[in-house]
């Protein structure tokens, strides 16, 4: 089941399956390592729910809803 | 290594080598420790805008050493990443030192693949090896430097580990290279790989920017959809059409079948190179640690936690205030006194006349009002140093993201505005300077519009002045209002000219929340060395220059002769006609005020602050008021020390021994009122010359200029309406 970003809940795991944006926000997701097949997990959202803060690569990347609307997630199940 | 080197060189030959890397990847700590520089290092991403250079003098050879900024990519998504593959491309460096953190190594490797296939001379530093091991990392480093073919060096920059065996890799490996680039080729799958071939093959055969860049990497760009790649081969029409056309094709049939554009796929393939090295059992994690959990994921679970971490954020904030006051008010007196003492001893030794005048009120009163806020500004400094350092400033802009938005900002803007004093103590010229990080020419101009607007360092000495005349018990209750209401008007500012004059969507977020680390002393107390170091030479420079013009402003003209002989008469009769000597000495000094007064007045500040009197009087600014707030727009320094000046020539009374806190609390045309109204118009009025310029350098004078005009009506329009709602209805 494919999700965006947006709707993943904090605490889980997922696997990006696509990257869907274009242009300079996509070019950007991508060299920051949003690949498909890249392991994330949901750490949190900021104090107004946005941006999402993520793990992935061993690091954390914040990013806006606007912008997880484009990343593609598969919920890994624990 | 040392004695025994092969390639010792001739004394006098040089060698270049630039550092790049990853914001955060401890490239400007490592630079410093090498070239020994005073340098910013901050936990932000994109700090380092600007080119930095150090020369160190090695076995004879004089390599010098550039910082370049931070970047994640070589694309020329932003202003960082295009200096740095300018600089690379343009003045070709014998040797890139690409600094990754080892800890995340997948992600800094990518960058590193793009200097690969740019083909340059490249020595990988493994840096901050000490958190890797503690994460239980094990990095085979020889089979690392087998499989990219380029030598690596573990280094911890923080403490100097491996600086001598990577500079030495470094100066060898670049002369055995000898400027010669070798260029690597990945793989993109059969289809582009074809498609690039066909690319290279007509970029090579027209000799296409190829003097500039390897073919191949031209060709590389023109399908990652290169915006200035794009733009510089439109000198040639027929070429950059022909290439142009097949990437078009080939996006569209790339769309078609994979749904997908080149450009993803030649991210996808870099990431794949990776995922094969790495999987060579080139990076082992000890299992026992492997779900050790991360200190600062565990941290941030406070830090920015929904409720938790805006109290803190406020608690950390107003505890600086509290902190800066508190132990800043001790060596502030010391240096009152100091100058005090300079000044009476100055007065006592130079004869009385127009030197004296000019030594003691034009320059000690005028510096020394301005120095003595030099332990304040440090420990300010201190403090904010050590926020950057340690990565609190990265939550603070993502916490605030989503409240900036409202106003047409973005969590960028944070930075410029802490910076230009967001709290309290910054400068407006960095912070102005810093609004380069922001994507969007909308928000960047709406920020740097609006930040001028925080309480700098050269505005706090004005309050702090009058915050010690009238609100003495609330200094740091007061400081923190001024702030957050700087705060407030700033975001309305932003709001209102984002929704009129500058319409527009936002830019994305996507932002690195850099691991917590302990700032290095050393590094805290360089920025802070170099930031108060700046506010002393201001003082000591621009601040002298002003102090000296403004006080000749306030001499000359000086009064003619039948005034001042006016007073004498005055003088020799209130000698004869009082008998009571201390009513005599109580007559003479009021008569020496007179004639101060009238001098000051008659002099062209005088009559320039007079002139604007009607107007500034709405607001409960006096003439002399006035020449300290137009003296304000060359340095915001020079409002103090002209108060400085004016009330020392305007009082002569040599036992005076008070500050001029208390002079002003004393003169019948302060109020509390007219304090707070001087305390609002200079926070917003027009900012100093040298932001103006700043400001004129990153947008345009047009924008400048509109600034200085809004910013200075916007002052006065809500410094009259305070001054003239508080002492209609409430004195």
């Given at each position: 089941m494919h999700k965006s970003l947006r709707h993943s809940a904090s605490g889980e795991k997922a696997i990006v399956t696509a990257v869907t944006a274009e242009g300079e926000i996509g070019r950007r997701l991508r060299e920051m390592g949003l690949s498909p097949g890249t392991e994330i997990k949901i750490l949190g959202r900021a104090p107004l729910k946005d941006p999402v803060s993520i793990r992935l690569k061993n690091y954390t990347l914040t990013l806006r809803n606007n912008e997880a609307d484009h990343i593609l997630v598969k919920k890994v199940e624990v | 290594m040392g004695a025994g080197i092969q390639w010792q060189l001739k004394e006098g030959s040089t060698a270049t080598i630039a550092l790049a890397g990853n914001p955060n990847s401890?490239?400007?700590?490592?630079?410093?420790?090498?070239?020994?520089?005073?340098?910013?290092?901050?936990?932000?991403?994109?700090?380092?805008?600007?080119?930095?250079?150090?020369?160190?003098?090695?076995?004879?050879?004089?390599?010098?050493?550039?910082?370049?900024?931070?970047?994640y990519s070589l694309s020329a998504y932003s202003e960082e990443e295009l200096v740095a593959r300018n600089f690379l491309t343009n003045e070709k460096p014998d040797i890139v030192v690409d600094i990754v953190d080892a800890t995340m190594l997948e992600r800094h490797l990518y960058l590193a693949i793009q200097f690969f296939e740019l083909g340059i001379p490249v020595v990988l530093a493994l840096n901050m090896m000490d958190d890797a091991r503690k994460q239980g990392l094990r990095i085979d480093t020889k089979k690392l430097a087998k499989v990219l073919n380029c030598p690596v060096v573990e280094t911890v920059a923080r403490s100097g580990q491996g600086k001598k065996e990577l500079i030495e890799t470094a100066v060898k490996h670049a002369l055995e290279k000898n400027q010669q680039w070798t260029p690597l080729n990945i793989s993109y799958g059969t289809e582009l790989d074809l498609v690039l071939d066909e690319l290279t093959e007509i970029i090579h055969s027209n000799h296409h920017l190829t003097d500039r860049y390897p073919a191949r990497w031209i060709a590389l760009k023109y399908l990652e959809n290169d915006t200035e790649i794009i733009r510089h081969g439109k000198i040639n029409d027929k070429i950059s059409t022909q290439l142009e056309e097949l990437v078009s094709r080939t996006k569209e049939h790339c769309i078609k079948t994979l749904n997908i554009p080149p450009e993803a796929i030649i991210a996808d393939y870099r990431y794949g190179l990776i995922n094969s090295i790495l999987k060579d059992n080139i990076v082992t994690q000890e299992k026992s640690r492997q779900e050790r959990i991360d200190i600062s994921a565990k941290i941030d679970t406070v830090f920015v936690h929904r409720f938790f971490g805006p109290i803190l954020m406020i608690a950390v904030l107003y505890s600086m205030f509290q902190v800066t006051f508190s132990l800043g008010e001790i060596p502030m007196s010391w240096l009152e006194n100091f100058f005090g003492w300079i000044s009476a001893t100055a007065t006592s030794i130079i004869p009385e006349g127009l030197l004296q005048s000019l030594i003691v009120s034009g320059i000690i009163d005028g510096v020394g009002g301005v120095m003595g806020f030099v332990p304040l500004i440090a420990i300010m400094f201190l403090m904010i140093s050590f926020l950057e350092d340690s990565g609190y400033m990265a939550r603070v802009a993502y916490m605030l993201d989503r409240v900036l938005r409202i106003f047409g900002l973005h969590g960028y803007s944070a930075m410029p505005f802490i910076i230009s004093g967001g709290i309290a103590g910054g400068c407006a010229v960095p912070g102005v300077m810093a609004t380069r990080t922001l994507r969007s020419p909308k928000e960047k101009l709406a920020t740097l519009l609006t930040a001028p607007f925080m309480p700098c360092g050269a505005k706090l000495p004005v309050f702090l002045l009058l915050i010690a005349a009238f609100f003495t018990d609330y200094k740091a209750q007061i400081m923190f209002s001024i702030t957050l209401f700087a705060w407030v008007m700033a975001l309305l500012v932003?709001?209102?000219?984002?929704?009129?004059?500058?319409?527009?969507?936002?830019?994305?977020f996507i932002m690195e929340l850099p691991p917590y680390r302990l700032p290095t002393i050393r590094g805290v107390f360089i920025h802070t060395w170099e930031r108060t170091w700046q506010y002393i030479k201001k003082a000591g420079t621009v601040i002298l220059a002003v102090s000296i013009l403004l006080w000749a402003a306030m001499t000359f003209p000086s009064l003619p002769e039948q005034q001042t002989s006016q007073f004498e008469i005055e003088r020799q009769s209130a000698l004869r006609t009082i008998g009571n000597e201390t009513d005599r000495q109580k007559a003479l000094v009021e008569i020496n005020n007179k004639e101060g007064q009238t001098a000051l007045r008659y002099s062209l500040a005088g009559k320039i602050g007079s002139t604007l009197e009607p107007i500034s009087q709405l607001a409960g600014f006096d003439w002399r008021t006035n020449i300290a707030l137009v003296g304000g727009f060359a340095a915001k320094e020079v409002i103090v020390s002209t108060f400085g000046t004016a009330y020392s020539l305007g009082d002569v009374d040599p036992e005076a021994a008070d500050t001029l806190s208390s002079r002003i609390a004393s003169d019948p045309s302060w109020n509390k009122f007219t304090a707070l109204a001087m305390i609002v118009f200079v926070l917003?009025?027009?900012?100093?010359?040298?932001?103006?310029?700043a400001m004129a350098k990153e947008s345009s004078w047009r924008w400048a200029i509109f600034a200085t005009t809004f910013n200075t009506i916007l002052g006065f329009t809500m410094a009259v309406s305070i001054y003239q709602i508080g002492t209609k209805l409430i004195l």
């Open positions: - | 401890g490239k400007t700590t490592l630079f410093n420790v090498i070239t020994g520089s005073r340098q910013h290092v901050g936990n932000y991403p994109g700090i380092t805008v600007e080119r930095k250079e150090g020369t160190v003098n090695i076995n004879g050879t004089r390599v010098t050493f550039i910082d370049l900024p931070g970047t932003a709001k209102l000219i984002r929704s009129t004059v500058i319409k527009g969507e936002s830019t994305p917003l009025y027009a900012p100093c010359v040298v932001t103006v310029v």
